[in-house]
């Protein structure tokens, strides 16, 4: 049985595990953050991460940032009280379903990030004959060969870089220019 994927595709989708698992490493890495800031905090999510106040902040990109905390840490914790009055303090502990759901939709999201790279990879290099990877751009870079249908050989360089949105969500960007020959 031949394989109809496309060359491209052939390259490079074996690192999609090593996106999957760099996010991974990421979102723990987040997580382990806020537990630090939550400890700090005496476990008081309104000393470390209040709701902001747009009349506190200088500009709308810092209300949006200490929004973006309050959610992020609003989606890792449990409060301990149902109730309680607004400007209380707000004792919260880490919450492990909540830790594993966000580790579940970095990895997740990194697939289908990969995914989208791998499709905008296709269209933006066109047809080819044949393709090989050298490096791993989960780490460094790599350098992806084609040789296209007319027989022109171009080399495509993918550094690829992990962000987070203001809202929290971890995500993958591949960054690909054409090298000049």
């Known amino acids: 049985m031949t394989s109809t994927a496309n060359p491209i595709e052939e390259a490079v989708r074996p690192l999609k595990a090593d996106a999957m698992d760099r996010a991974e490493k990421y ?23 209040p709701y902001p106040s747009s009349i506190g902040c200088g500009s ?5 940032s200490k929004l973006a905390k309050y959610t992020l840490f ?19 502990d880490m919450n492990s379903n909540y830790k594993a ?8 999201d990194a697939a289908l990030q990969y995914e989208a790279y791998v499709i905008k990879l296709i269209k933006k290099i066109g047809q ?13 870079h ?5 040789v296209n249908v007319t027989g022109e050989t171009q080399n495509w360089k993918t550094k690829m870089i992990i962000n987070q949105s203001k809202l929290g969500k971890v995500f993958n960007q591949f960054p690909t220019r054409k090298v000049k020959q």
Not at 36 to 43: G, I, Y
Not at 60 to 64: S, T, V
Not at 101 to 108: G, L, N, P, S, V
């Open 101 to 108: 759901k966000f580790i579940k939709e970095a990895r997740e």
């Open 27 to 49: 979102a723990r890495a987040v997580i382990a953050d806020v537990a630090a800031q939550l400890k700090a905090a005496d476990n008081d999510l309104e000393k470390c991460a």
């Open 74 to 92: 609003r989606n890792l914790t449990t409060s301990r009280v149902s109730c309680r009055n607004m400007h209380d303090p707000n004792f919260a």
């Open 128 to 140: 080819t004959t044949s393709a090989t990877l050298e490096g791993n751009h989960v780490w460094a």
């Open 60 to 64: 709308r990109a810092e209300y949006m």
């Open 142 to 146: 790599s350098i992806l060969r084609v």
